[in-house]
């Protein structure tokens, strides 16, 4: 088994194995971890919430939910699940939405930045799944951003299906209730 630490608003990258299980930890609780993958060798193919909430007919993943690419491909399957509230809606957050919100952009760490670097890309928008992001959606479609359900040491696990490298954030937003106001750490297992 292998152990990694992602520090509070910081990235790691992984390369994973197809079989192999993938845990995420919330260290502390309360904490987001904005996570991302490619198909290993390519930058084409790559995990999409979009995709995935069309193929699971769902807002929501849970247990046994498949994560697809955006070429229609499974990726990931949730074997277990701690926490039960996770995001498939919000991009990572980056520069420009620090701007909009707090005008405090600059020099501000991100997650768009962090999986940029992670896995040697320069894309504009990132839309990974925000795993322990809290949000919820009213009958009028008004979305609020809630404090995370999780604990400390709550996790989710999955299995990838493919052969893929993962980027994954620490979400560095303190201005709001998404990581309960403080950024703390994020744990990686592989086995
Ligand atoms: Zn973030």
């Given at each position: ?61 849970e247990v046994g939910s498949i994560i697809y690419s955006n070429q229609y491909n ?81 996790k989710i696990v999955l299995t990838a299906l493919v052969d893929c490298v993962l980027g994954i ?23």
């Amino acid at each position: 088994m292998c152990k990694y630490l992602i520090q509070p608003q910081s990235d790691i990258r992984i390369d994973v194995n197809k079989g192999q299980k993938i845990e995420i930890i919330d260290v502390d609780g309360g904490q987001v971890a904005d996570f991302f993958a490619e198909i290993k060798g390519t930058h084409d193919e790559y995990v999409s919430p979009s995709v995935t909430m069309d193929c699971n007919e769902s807002l929501k993943i849970e247990v046994g939910s498949i994560i697809y690419s955006n070429q229609y491909n499974p990726m990931f399957k949730v074997e277990s699940d701690d926490v039960g509230a996770h995001d498939l809606l919000f991009p990572s957050c980056s520069k420009k939405m620090y701007d909009f919100f707090y005008q405090n952009g600059s020099n501000h760490p991100n997650c768009l930045d962090n999986i940029n670097h992670a896995l040697g890309t320069e894309r504009t928008i990132i839309q990974p799944i925000n795993f322990f992001m809290n949000t919820a959606i009213d009958s009028n479609g008004k979305i609020e951003i809630r404090k995370p359900l999780s604990k400390a040491g709550d996790k989710i696990v999955l299995t990838a299906l493919v052969d893929c490298v993962l980027g994954i954030s620490a979400c560095s937003v303190s201005e709001c209730d998404t990581n309960s106001g403080k950024c703390t750490a994020i744990e990686v297992k592989i086995y």
